[in-house]
């Protein structure tokens, strides 16, 4: 039986590159830029080549026959019967196949060649403990935060934090790629795919709070009584970290509350304030 690949190609690895071997002497058909655009989960990404350029990398693999798919409707139509598809198992693809191909058999194959969008998981309201403050100390760590968030190159969300003890600030951090800056436009970043707010332990940077609290203990500074603001409402794992080291106070801007997050710091008497 003849078969053929469907997959999007944004970026050529050796995640492709195996995927593509296995099927020389095969019809493979690469999505179009202008077919790929017209998805709901398409992303524009800055290291992504146009499906011309990666089709002319391609052809120097012998025995590889690539073509470009630039009309839904048409390749549809021009599919003929008895054919077995296989298809890269991502959002974009999984999208068209499902808008352009539906009631056919595809098989799915599951190697790892992008991120892929996640399942998105339920925002809550944060339950803070206090009236709002509005003081004017409180107001102006926070906003010294969001300074700091500024420098965060984690442009899908940036968030800093300061850490303060006895009414003195002693750190501020903000979210940070690791172990350089460039690791997202290098890798690509997992979050494109999942919303945000949601998930969060998947990412590939280091949050302020997990960054202060690492620091604190590489200078061998008790964290046991002080305060955290952070612009941003911590995520289940920083507000875990921050629950069992000592911190009493949680200061925040905005945010939502997610899986048991906001459950775990008030069962270790964290108080959650919110600074307006």
């Not at 003849?2 to 493979?28: A, D, T």
């Not at 808008?99 to 809550?124: H, M, Q, T, V």
């Not at 997610?258 to 919110?274: C, F, M, N, P, R």
């Amino acid at each position: 039986m003849k078969r053929i690949l469907i997959l999007y190609v944004p970026v050529i690895h050796q995640g492709y590159l195996n995927l593509l071997y296995s099927f020389i002497g095969s019809e493979v058909y690469l999505l179009g830029e202008e077919v790929a655009r017209k998805l709901d989960c398409y992303r524009y990404e800055i290291r992504a080549i146009s499906p011309d350029a990666i089709r002319a990398m391609l052809l120097g693999i012998k025995g590889l026959k690539i073509h470009i798919i630039l009309d839904g409707e048409k390749f549809r139509n021009d599919l003929p019967d008895g054919v077995e598809i296989f298809s890269s198992n991502d959002s974009t693809t999984r999208e068209f196949n499902s808008l352009f191909l539906p009631g056919r058999e595809i098989k799915y194959l599951n190697s790892f060649l992008a991120w892929d969008r996640a399942k998105i998981a339920a925002l809550n309201p944060v339950e803070y403990d206090c009236e709002i403050s509005t003081a004017e100390f409180d107001r102006e760590v926070m906003h010294l935060a969001e300074t700091e968030s500024e420098r965060s190159p984690d442009w899908w969300r940036q968030v800093g934090a300061i850490l303060v003890k006895e009414r003195r600030m002693i750190m501020s951090v903000f979210n940070s790629a690791v172990p350089s800056e460039l690791m997202s436009y290098a890798l690509g970043d997992p979050r494109d795919y999942i919303s945000a707010g949601t998930q969060s332990e998947l990412q590939t940077t280091l949050h302020c709070e997990q960054a202060i609290i690492a620091e604190a203990a590489k200078k061998g500074i008790a964290l046991e009584g002080t305060s955290i603001y952070t612009t941003v409402f911590p995520c289940p794992v920083c507000a875990k970290l921050i629950a069992y080291s000592g911190i009493k106070n949680c200061y925040f801007k905005s945010g939502h509350a997610v899986l048991d997050g906001q459950t775990i710091l008030k069962a270790k008497d964290v108080k959650i304030i919110l600074v307006k």
